[in-house]
């Protein structure tokens, strides 16, 4: 199991959805996104692809405070951060304690016979 990777608007949708099902719009979470050493590109650790779908929040990516902020979250809830940012994504500090959504890679097999 990984944390979660975001490859389409179709994923971020799903996990949009599952996190409203469950009730937890109010929570932040970490995703498997990560910047590379170069500060500019961005990389889904779950699965070693590029980062080439987004759904950052207005102003976001931003290093805050100058912070060298280095992973994806999933917001909460506008209430917290403000408008139009609910279940959008931003940049923070890797060494923050937030939730977690993991996914588990499907492994499908097809049966030949002889």
């Not at 937890?24 to 979470?29: K, M, P, Q, T, Y």
């Not at 590029?50 to 100058?66: C, I, K, M, R």
Request: net charge negative.
């Amino acid at each position: 199991m990984n944390l979660v990777s975001i490859s389409s608007k179709a994923d971020s949708d799903q996990i949009t959805q599952q996190i409203k099902d469950q009730g937890h719009e109010g929570s932040a979470f970490w995703t498997s996104g990560t910047k590379l050493g170069d500060n500019i590109t961005w990389l889904w650790m779950g699965n070693g692809r590029p980062v080439s779908f987004t759904n950052w929040a207005p102003g976001q990516p931003d290093n805050l405070n100058h912070y060298t902020e280095s992973c994806i979250n999933i917001f909460s809830n506008d209430m917290v951060w403000g408008p139009n940012t609910a279940q959008k994504w931003n940049d923070i500090r890797c060494s923050r304690e937030l939730n977690i959504i993991c996914e588990e890679s499907l492994i499908e097999y097809e049966y030949c016979s002889t």
